[in-house]
């Protein structure tokens, strides 16, 4: 093993805006092995696996290949160098064929035509050798998610990649599909020797075939030992991490515990990517929704608004049956949302930031056929004020600041007066001083005997507002609730990496 | 938070140049050079003959601009045009229907046009540029098969008071827009549909999920569009009083997109107001006619109105893309909201 080059990456530092996401991180893959490289939400994995693979510059640090130093300004450089990798999201085109794909920007060529024969053969060979039999002259789309991911990883090793990263290659696979793209990858990495590096959330899936592995928390590398399964216990202990640093919820929280009445009851819900639900909210109570990214939180919270189709299960509304079917309909039954993306789908840029507030309650100032502009106005700027929104209320929404953007959008849920609540990410991309503010009108909703339910990946923030919390996995939740005085931030990320 | 200070602050800090401004300060030019060039351009006879000419060019860009607001485009207002007039004076001469009732099942006729135009769009998600070009083919279509691509002459003269009748000398088709032109902007500005229309133009999926009807919406506005090519279509009839199967093919489509986007509405939707959109039309029409005062060759008219909006297209782009700085409007802003 010693005597193979090996990739290195050394005293990696990276900021965003300021914001030191890697703090000198030390990496290494040995051709012939599986690196685990895990994490928790926001560790930064994915921005040490992009620095690693090209697409991104690193502010400080040294990437090597053997004692060579290299640096890179796109991933193309870096395939050039042996070094690829495969996103979550495939690069191979649905509508073109296996072989056009994997020649695709350098086709063969016979007499200026395209050689098509020569491509498949050639492509067929490949693919028989990594024992994938695969008509290579059918298009992509046609192929399973297993065939495609394997594909894109052949792909990469045919433009002679000697290291390779895979990011969540089973996001979307269940547990046998995993296993089988797993136990590939394990043999080509042995057979070819090549070195490959797995960033996954699913333990369960990695350890198995891992040979060494890392964890990052924080930015910084907490862990690194030998892969396999007898370590896991002092794995998670790693990615839980800085557990003791906060055990409990900050201030008294409400002894309202089971006092309300039951708002929102949630039986076996699911949908497209959401595997089963079962869940209770109470008035007057805020619950929190925890979990690791696409473990189904924000897909919950959107079928309950209508805008993901129920496939199975039942909702019952303040004891009456409630089926979502689009967000106008939901909206007539009493629930208000905000969106995890509010430049994507929640605020219109170029309205001004009043009229984004009253946009979902305009008939409520309608008179003779008209809106009522100052009336509509008044209310709209005395609700922004109310929750200390700063900046011209007059201006397009999108002048504003983004904490202030979402008071915009919180403004309307008051203006809505709606009896559930369902905020997704409620301080995502919000500064300090303004997350305070959104705290608080959270826990004023909630007391005005309101059914609050947040989605959020910040453990602070759960801590902070809510009164219970949940855990999704895997697309499941089983609706067990606990009060927020039994949780603490290790907790719940225990609770999290949980095997489903 | 500061209620009390934040509404007088604003008013003093900033001044706002409405976005019309600038293709007004255009369209006065245009109008001033025209009086120098020739003595007949402004004169009260040439003002009337230039609205009425550009009284269909209105209808058909106020239509439009209802379509840009949502972020969509209207291909078919044209042929809409001569669908509708030839359909008036076959419900007149082959039907024998009184011309109110003509005209009113005629306006209905468009409505239904575009309305499918919005419903197609709506329900099957194939883009508004698809759908309204086929519906320009077959609404083209449909007058040359019933007349044979002839003309109907329409005898009943009642017909010849919406396009010809006068108010205190003023054209009937001008206070026709000028009424149409006003009870829009009241219903774009004031009314709850008329915000969601802007909504649904800025961020559809956003207006969705606050409870926006964006079917409605969308349907509605193609609709409107499908009604003022109606208009378009009575008022080209009767002024000629015949049913004329090209009426309206011409440059009017051009023109009406043209009118819009000169007067400041985003193609991409959700920016624009009713009248820049028609200070843009009247602009159009005043080069137009100034050409044909100037006895400009007719050849070369299209082009100077295609550079016209070129240019004032790009200006506006850039302006407001920030790509052209206007170093005298900043200075202009720092100077008066200086005091702050």
Not at chain 2, 46 to 57: E, H, M, P, Q, T
Not at chain 2, 157 to 183: D, E, H, S, T, W
């Amino acid at each position: 093993m010693t005597t193979a080059i090996s990739y290195q990456a050394k005293g990696i530092v990276k900021a965003f805006a300021g914001v030191v996401v890697l703090h000198g991180v030390d990496f290494e893959v040995r051709p012939g092995t599986i690196h685990g490289l895990l994490g928790h939400n926001g560790a930064g994995k994915s921005t040490l696996l992009k620095i690693l693979a090209g697409a991104q510059p690193h502010d400080r640090g040294t990437l090597s290949l053997g004692g060579e130093a290299l640096s890179f300004g796109s991933p193309r450089e870096a395939l050039a160098k042996g070094i690829g990798c495969v996103y979550q999201e495939l690069r191979l085109i649905p509508n073109l064929t296996v072989a056009e794909n994997l020649f695709l920007g350098r086709e063969m060529m016979r007499r200026g035509l395209r050689d098509t024969p020569a491509m498949n053969d050639y492509t067929r060979d490949l693919l028989a050798s990594y024992g994938l039999k695969i008509d290579v002259a059918r298009p992509v789309k046609e192929l399973s998610h297993p065939e495609k991911q394997l594909i894109e990883v052949i792909a990469n090793l045919d433009g002679k990649a000697r290291f390779l990263f895979l990011d969540e290659p089973t996001t979307a696979l269940d547990g046998r599909q995993s296993k089988e793209l797993l136990d590939s990858v394990r043999r080509i990495a042995v057979e070819r020797h090549i070195g490959i590096v797995l960033v996954s959330h699913k333990l369960d899936e990695v350890l198995p075939v891992s040979d060494e592995v890392t964890v990052l928390s924080g930015g910084k590398v907490v862990y690194r030992d030998e892969g396999g399964a007898a370590n896991k216990q002092a794995i998670v202990d790693a990615i839980v991490g800085d557990a003791h640093v906060r055990s409990g919820p900050k201030v008294e929280r409400r002894a309202a515990e089971g006092e309300g009445e039951v708002m929102v009851s949630v039986r076996g819900l699911a949908g497209k990517r959401l595997k089963g639900a079962d869940l209770e909210a109470r008035r007057g109570e805020v619950l929190g929704l925890y979990g690791l990214v696409g473990a189904g939180r924000t897909r919950f919270l959107r079928t309950l608004y209508g805008m993901e189709p129920v496939l199975a299960g039942s909702i019952e509304l303040g004891g009456k049956p409630y089926k979502p079917t689009n967000p106008a309909g939901a909206i007539a039954r009493g629930i208000a949302f905000l969106t995890e993306e509010r430049k994507i789908d929640g605020f219109v840029p170029m309205m001004s930031a009043w009229k984004n507030v009253v946009l979902s309650t305009l008939d409520r100032y309608r008179s003779g056929g008209l809106v009522n502009v100052a009336g509509s106005r008044a209310s709209a700027v005395a609700t922004l004020d109310r929750i200390g929104t700063l900046g011209r209320f007059d201006a397009p929404a999108r002048s504003l600041s983004g904490g202030n953007q979402q008071k915009v959008l919180l403004g309307r849920i008051i203006e809505q007066n709606a009896d559930v609540v369902l905020l997704d990410e409620p301080t995502k991309g919000v500064d300090i001083g303004a997350k305070g503010d959104i705290y608080d009108i959270i826990r004023r909703l909630a007391d005005e005997g309101r059914c609050i339910i947040v989605v959020s990946s910040e453990e602070e923030e759960l801590m902070e507002v809510c009164d219970r919390v949940a855990i999704f996995r895997h697309g499941r939740c089983d609706g067990t609730t606990r009060p927020i005085g039994e949780w603490s931030l290790g907790k719940l990320r225990e609770a999290a990496w949980a095997p489903a | 938070m500061t209620n009390a200070t934040q509404l007088p602050a604003k008013a003093a800090n900033t001044i706002r140049i409405p976005a019309e401004a600038g293709i007004a300060f255009v369209l006065l030019v245009v109008l001033a050079g025209g009086a120098l060039a020739s003595p007949n351009f402004l004169t009260l006879s040439n003002i009337f003959v230039l609205l009425l000419n550009g009284a269909v060019i209105g209808f058909l860009c106020l239509g439009q601009s209802f379509v840009l607001f949502t972020g969509g485009i209207d291909l078919s207002c044209g042929s809409v045009v001569a669908m509708t007039c030839v359909l008036a004076a076959v419900f007149m001469e082959t039907l024998g229907l009184p011309w109110p009732v003509a005209s009113l099942l005629v306006l209905a006729v468009g409505a239904m046009a575009g309305a499918v135009n919005g419903l197609i769009i709506d329900k099957t998600g194939v883009p508004p540029f698809i759908v309204t070009f086929a519906m320009m083919g077959v609404a083209a279509s449909i007058p040359q098969i019933i007349t044979g691509a002839e003309s109907i002459r329409v005898m009943q003269f009642g017909y010849r008071m919406i396009g010809q009748a006068r108010f205190f000398g003023i054209p009937f088709p001008v206070i026709a827009l000028a009424i149409a032109i006003a009870v829009a902007a009241v219903f774009i500005k004031r009314s709850v549909t008329g915000t969601h229309i802007l909504a649904v133009g800025g961020n559809a999926e956003a207006a969705r999920l606050a409870g926006v009807n964006t079917s409605r919406i969308t349907i509605l506005v193609y609709a409107i569009a499908g009604f003022c090519g109606a208009c378009g279509g009575l008022i080209y009839g009767s002024r000629l009083m015949t049913g004329y199967p090209t009426a309206g093919r011409g440059d009017e489509l051009f023109f009406s997109i043209a009118g819009a986007v000169v007067g400041g509405v985003s193609l991409f939707g959700g920016i624009g107001t009713i009248y820049g959109a028609m200070i843009g039309a009247t602009l159009i029409a005043t080069i137009s006619n100034l050409m044909n005062v100037l006895n400009v060759n007719a050849y070369w008219q299209p082009l100077v109105i295609g550079v016209i909006i070129l240019v004032g297209v790009t200006f506006d782009t850039m302006r407001t893309s920030s790509r052209l700085s206007l170093p005298w409007v900043r200075l202009l802003k720092e100077k008066i909201s200086g005091g702050k």
